[in-house]
Structures are given as C-alpha cells and as structure tokens.
C-alpha cells in the first residue's frame, strides 16, 4: 500500500495503512503556526491507518512528518467495524471546518455466516463536545447495485452533500462473466437543515455495462467527487470496454462521467461523457472543482476545476508509457480537447514514466494548473 498526501490551505489529508482489518481515522490540527508558508494556522490532518498482511508502513510517513510539526489529535480515534476478510474502510472524507467525517465502509457484513455477502456503508460522524459523535449510518444492499457501498465518498465543503461510490457486488456467473449487480452506481445524500438527516438526492445511478453489454470484468471507479454545490458530481468507469475476450490482450480503455442534478426533473443528467484510449483505463480515481465545471481523469484520475469548464484525463500508457493528460474545456454546451494537450512526462524513466498513474489528476480551483 502506498502513502497518499494532499495538501492544501484550508485543510491536508494523509492515508496510511497500519494495521490489518482495522480502521483507525484520527483528525488532527495544527495547533502552531511553525510552516504558514506551507500550512496555516487553520490547516487539518486526516489520518487513515490500516496495513495489510501485516506489513507495517509507517516508514513511509518520513516525508509527512518533516513538513508537518506540533499536530494534536481532534477528538477520539473513529474505528468502524468490517467482518471477516472484507476491506473495513476505503474512502474517507472531512469538510472545510472539520465538523463533519464520512467513513466508507465498503466490507460491512451484517452475516459473518455468508462471507459472500457485501452490503458495504457509510457512518456519518459530528464533531461535538471536542469528540466525533456517529449521527447516522446508511447502509448498502447486497445483490443490488448499490452492494458494497462506499468505495468512494466524497462531501461538500460545508458538509451538507455527500456522494457515494457503490462497487455492487460483481457475483461470477457460470459462464465466468458477473451479473448486473456489479455494474455499480453513485448516491448523492443531502442533509435536512431542520433534522440533519441526510437523505436521497434524486435516485441513485448506475454505471454503463462493459463494452459488449456482459458486464464482463466490469471494474467501478475507485473516486467520485462532488462539487461545491452538490449539484455535480464527476465519476470514472475504468473498466468500461472489457469482454471476455478483449481481457487477455487488456483492451479496456475505460470512460470518465460527470453528472448534473436538475431540479426540474428531481434527477442526476449526464453532462459530459468521454472514452479513454485503448489500455488507458480512464476514469480509476476522480475529482471535480469546487463549481463543478471542470473536470481531470485518468487511467488513475479524473479531476473538475471550480468553475466547471475544463476537464483533464490522463493516459499513463501514451507514447510507449511515457504518459500524459489531455484537459477538455467547456465552449458552450459543447467539451472540445484543448490545442496545447496532452500534457507529457519527460520519459526519463526506463520503462516510462506513466505520467498520470497511482497518484491520479488534479486540478486548480479555477482550472488553469
């Protein structure tokens, strides 16, 4: 497993994985301004420990721990509870006062006798009284599409959105292939200002079938990412394209969503649609500007820019691996690739440089880094 770090003025988070089937999620502020070039006073830490195997990388957060001094705990360690072998947590999400933590709980399995079943869920954590209250708990449905839910979560800054990745279950049929429940889907939940439920928003969609309709080797996006507004919402299907056949010579290329609710009709529209290239696997993480209108994906991201007009997709396998992203801007109704992409690695390493890979895309705010 690796270290993954983002930083940013308002807050920071870390994901480290420490100890096998167990989640530990620990939100932590600066309480000493020592780097204001670096982090402010106002800068957080969200820390996500897990291992597998037993194979302890806390080495890894050496580089962390240089940039980062004089952190204090907020609150008690959040530790949701998996069963069996099942992943406990995968996705972890804080909004901009850290008053509010989404846990995905993907491996939720409320019968240890049937190890099969993977209903998945999400707790919805307060911050009162200096401690990390649960406030609710919305849970998947096994067999369904929205089985193993919480692969990704995502919420909105002031914590009155959250959007959900569902894996579905992906049940291997007879033939080899897997049923539709694992074709996967997204929820969108929006908080009642008077209870502070959260509740649906518009009904929750599916993801597109593989290439050939068989939802063979079908692979979910592993991100989602709302906007400010809740009202977008950017997702990627990196196995789109897959067949039975197409899987031994790896020919997925995989396709990248952003999604926009419409009040008008209570419903999530699809608003920008895009293929990747042949073994590009566009669309594994994503994330989406703070308004929603740019968006950046790759074989390992895709990401929306606040002002929603400009989108980039990286190609980790472009010119023999050497790598690059392509940014689509928003010219009417209309998302034309932009004339100075794609963007390229320097191909400095062997094998390539498979620019755009593990760490994902992202992008500015306004959409032009």
């Known amino acids: 497993m690796k270290l993954s770090l983002a930083l940013s003025g308002l807050f920071s988070t870390s994901f480290l994985w420490y100890k096998e089937l167990s989640l530990n999620v620990e939100v932590r502020r600066n309480e000493e301004n020592t780097l204001k070039h670096q982090i402010d006073a106002d800068s957080y830490l969200l820390h996500l420990d897990m291992t597998q195997y037993g194979i302890s990388t806390v080495q890894k957060s050496r580089s962390l721990q240089t940039m980062i001094s004089n952190w204090v705990q907020r609150g008690y360690t959040v530790s949701p509870i998996g069963f069996d072998s099942h992943p406990v947590g995968t996705s ?22 049937n190890s099969s079943i993977r209903d998945g869920k999400i707790e919805i954590y307060h911050f009162v009284n200096s401690q990390w209250d649960l406030v609710q708990t919305i849970f998947g449905a096994s067999g369904t599409i929205e089985g193993s839910k919480g692969i990704s979560v995502s ?10 990745l569902n894996g579905g279950d992906s049940i291997t049929t007879e033939n080899g292939g897997y049923n539709i429940a694992g ?36 692979s979910p996006g592993r991100g989602i990412n709302i906007s400010k507004d809740g009202k977008r919402v950017a997702l990627g299907n990196p196995g ?68 929603g007009k400009r989108i980039t997709l990286s190609d980790s396998t472009l010119n023999f691996y050497i790598g690059g992203t392509y940014v689509y801007d928003k010219v009417g109704p209309d998302w034309v690739l932009n004339a100075n992409t794609p963007l390229m690695g320097l191909g400095r390493n062997e094998y390539g440089d498979q620019c755009g890979a593990y760490g994902g895309v992202a992008i500015s705010a306004n959409g032009t880094k």
């Open 240 to 307: 789109y394209g897959y067949s039975k056949e197409a899987a031994a010579s790896d020919e997925a290329y995989g396709k990248a969503y952003v999604y926009e609710y419409k009040s008008v009709n209570s419903a999530w529209n699809l608003i920008f649609n895009t293929s990747g290239w042949e073994t590009s696997q566009v669309g594994t993480v994503v994330s989406i500007s703070a308004y929603g209108k740019s968006v950046a994906s790759g074989p390992e991201g895709v990401a929306l820019s606040a002002n």
């Open 155 to 164: 919420i909105t800054p002031k914590g009155d959105y959250i959007a959900v």
């Open 92 to 113: 972890v999400c804080l909004n901009k006062r850290w008053t509010r933590l989404v846990v995905g709980v993907t491996g939720y399995n409320p019968d240890q006798e």
């Open 183 to 218: 074709a996967g889907s997204f929820s969108v939940y929006k908080r009642n200002a008077t209870t502070g439920i959260f509740s649906l928003l518009g009904s929750t969609i599916s993801e597109e079938e593989s290439g050939d309709g068989s939802f063979d080797f079908f």
